[in-house]
């Protein structure tokens, strides 16, 4: 017999009656009858009641044992009677008669209850991480984890992709977010940096003749903390592929994504390739946002002509002045007492808006609020057609300059998607953000620059940069999208060095610029690069939505928690002067800092 188990503690079932079996496992819970003593015995697989009478000798011992504690026994399996089965356990229908004991590790007293849900606060948790990540739900949602990397990693060699790993220590990158540094002991005061993305280097595998690329990639960027964005770092299914255009990229990725999330959906609906397109421009204007959910029917409408001249003066000099006006339909709001209103009137301000004016169109199709009283009937009738509105519906206004209207918009249909509870429930619902603009005007300094990714290639390449205003053109770029969570942006590259120079020179960068900030790759392409494109969906936003959380930390093994701090190893933390001395390296810390050391 095995020194710790014949089974696991989720295996035993009747026709294994009589049975002499051991099992090891964490002591769930302890149940004493008097002449009775009961124990859910738990491992990674499952849960098995073990039982022992008052009259053999191993009563005390295992009486005395705190839960959590890992044990061995041994024993024969015998079947329940038929008052005591537990039919919500696959084991449910046996039990074990402990006739031999051996206590592996005792456990002291829990600071956090492992066989409950109940929240012991995320500080605790994630001190004690692996007491949390034995819970139930915590082990299911690794497991989900591990199955769904399983399932990319498959599908993506199924299509012909090479799995390769590219550098951790690696330069400095202009990702946009910060980098994390580590000093060179053997070059001083020269630092390499963690890889905000494998970018640069999946692009060079594209040049070194890798047809189709691909990892599970480790990222790194020193950003702050959100729901949806663990601080320090995280995981993408990296890929790249050459000799291939938007379509082809398109193609490649969306039978992976639309298999894994219907393969773990659980009921769910996940909506089929190919993903619905929407041009930037267009997402901005019907919804506010270039990362629309598009489970929430409210479609922002363009009602600025019906206020221009109107009597509603504030409305009416803004859109002389050049602002626009946007409508935010709120289906069968009509009928919400004035709190309603009141309280998100209340809501725009905190967001930093003036107020959030309305109109309600009444059962009867009468229109009411303070805007409607300083419009004619022919204004009236223009917005509620231009909104799609409904007798009963009520509709909110945006006016501001048009980037402004436009995301302040996209706030408030959130907002009454939410509010009004008009999500589309049980399904995820994907969808392609293109033709993002190349570049984009400074307000504050008039100067032209980057919109998104300077490396994405331009649509209609030297010609549309040589003779286009920089402000129409559009870049071979695009955001994958699901339940208005971004999980991906990539590109068709600029794989030309002479676009690339003049990109960047409409921008106000010399070829001198370019050169030093990015002379590996732009050298690399002078040798002959293919045509190439690819993206890096998030891991952890993926399993997120499948597990159905709504904070990224509870589907990692062991996260930083807001601060960027992990309390389980106490990092980040202060370094000898001696390991100082070794890495070239002094202390210029902020006073506030130095006090609290102090």
């Known amino acids: 017999m095995h020194l710790y188990r014949t089974h696991s503690c989720g295996e035993l079932r009747q026709d294994q009656a009589g049975e002499r079996v051991r099992l090891s496992g964490w002591v769930h819970r302890k149940r004493d009858h008097g002449q009775l003593l009961f124990v859910d015995l738990r491992d990674s697989k499952g849960i098995t009641q073990c039982v022992v009478d008052s009259s053999s ?15 061995t026994v041994t024993g024969t399996v015998v079947e329940r009677i038929a008052e005591t089965i537990n039919e919500n356990l696959p084991t449910g229908y046996i039990e074990v008669r402990v006739e031999e004991l051996d206590i592996q590790s005792r456990a002291e007293v829990l600071p956090l209850q492992v066989n409950s849900d109940e929240d012991a606060g995320e500080d605790t948790r994630l ?39 590219t550098p951790i220590l690696t330069a400095s990158s202009p990702e946009g977010a910060r980098d994390y540094l580590v000093p060179s002991r053997v070059h001083p005061g020269k630092f390499y940096a963690l890889p905000q993305a494998p970018q640069m280097f999946k692009q060079l595998l594209m040049v070194g003749g890798v047809d189709k690329y691909f990892q599970i990639a480790p990222c790194f960027r020193d950003e702050d903390s959100r729901a949806d964005r663990s601080p320090g770092e995280f995981y993408q299914l990296d890929f790249e592929m050459s000799y291939v255009t938007q379509d082809d990229v398109f193609a490649a990725v969306e039978p992976v994504l639309e298999g894994v999330f219907k393969e773990f959906a659980n009921g769910r609906e996940v909506t089929p ?167 984009e005007l400074d307000e504050d300094t008039g100067r032209i620059d980057f919109s998104h990714n300077p490396f994405s290639m331009p649509q209609g390449g030297m010609e549309a940069l040589e003779g286009q205003d920089p402000l129409t053109i559009n870049a071979f770029q695009y955001d994958i999208v699901c339940n208005g969570i971004e999980l991906s942006s990539g590109a068709i590259r600029n794989h030309r060095p002479d676009i690339m120079y003049k990109a960047f020179e409409i921008a106000g960068y010399t070829a001198e610029d370019v050169e030093e900030s990015f002379g590996g790759m732009l050298n690399a392409f002078k040798y002959g690069a293919p045509p190439h494109g690819g993206s890096a969906p998030g891991v952890d936003r993926m399993v997120m939505m499948l597990a159905d959380e709504p904070n990224i930390r509870e589907v990692i093994a062991f996260p930083m928690n807001g601060k960027a701090e992990d309390p389980l190893m106490q990092a980040p933390a202060t370094i000898d002067e001696a390991r100082l001395k070794e890495l070239h390296l002094k202390l210029d810390l902020p006073l506030e800092e130095i006090e609290n050391e102090a």
């Not at 007491?131 to 199955?147: H, Q, T």
């Not at 419009?375 to 509709?395: C, F, N, P, S, T």
């Open 57 to 71: 000798p191993l009563f005390e011992t295992l009486e005395s044992v705190r839960v959590e504690s890992v044990i």
């Open 127 to 165: 001190r004690y991480r692996y007491l949390d990540l034995r819970r139930e739900k915590m082990a299911a949602k690794l497991k989900l984890r591990s199955d769904v990397i399983a399932s990319l990693r498959t599908r993506m060699i199924g299509q012909g992709f090479q799995e390769i790993q």
């Open 273 to 439: 390739a190919p993903f619905v397109r929407i041009p930037y421009a267009e997402a901005m204007a019907k919804y506010g946002s270039d990362k629309p959910d598009l489970r929430n029917p409210i479609m922002i409408a363009d009602v600025t002509e019906a206020f221009r001249g109107s009597g509603f003066g504030i409305f009416a000099k803004s859109v002389d002045a050049g602002s626009v006006v946007r409508a935010i339909p709120a289906p069968g709001a009509a009928g919400n007492p004035r709190s309603f209103f009141d309280k998100l009137n209340d809501w725009a301000r905190s967001e930093g808006a003036a107020g959030l004016g309305y109109i309600i169109y009444g059962e009867d199709g009468t229109p009411k609020g303070p805007i409607a009283k300083n419009l004619d009937d022919e204004r009236l009738a223009q917005i509620k057609d231009a909104a799609g509105l409904k007798d009963g519906d009520a509709v909110f206004f945006a006016c501001d300059k048009e980037l402004k209207a436009a995301k302040f918009a996209g706030q408030v249909r959130i907002k009454l998607g939410n509010d009004l509870d008009l999500l589309e429930k049980d399904i995820f619902k994907f969808c392609w953000i293109v033709d993002f603009p190349m570049f």
